[in-house]
């Protein structure tokens, strides 16, 4: 019912931007949260940027600065902007929605960032 697609990704040199889009379709009941979140190869999970409905945005120290997360609420999408690349951001990344049923994920688009 409820799906989630990214897209954006893609291939980058080092100092490059890209700008990563989440569209939602289906229905939510109440929307807490949403999110970006990255796999590199080999390593576990991690948030990169989380927007909750009530409180300030948190970022992954690593990408204070260079990365933003926003959202439109009437186009239903989470968009992040990343700029100033650097190749440890290479990973898969995911679009998280949290609303007060459960939790929303998309399937991946990866970022590659190497000369």
């Known amino acids: 019912q409820v799906q989630l697609v990214e897209s954006g990704g893609g291939l980058v040199q080092p100092g490059g931007s890209l700008r990563l889009s989440c569209a939602a379709s289906g229905s939510f009941f109440s929307i807490s949260r949403v999110g970006w979140f990255r796999q590199a190869p080999g390593k576990q999970r991690e948030m990169v940027a989380l927007m909750p409905s009530d409180g300030k945005t948190n970022y992954l120290d690593s990408v204070k600065g260079r990365f933003t997360i926003s959202r439109d609420n009437a186009k239903k999408t989470v968009a992040l902007q990343m700029n100033s690349l650097k190749p440890e951001d290479t990973a898969v990344y995911y679009c998280?929605?949290?609303?007060?049923?459960?939790?929303?994920w998309g399937q991946g688009t990866q970022v590659t960032v190497s000369s």
């Open positions: 998280y929605v949290a609303d007060t049923l459960r939790t929303y």
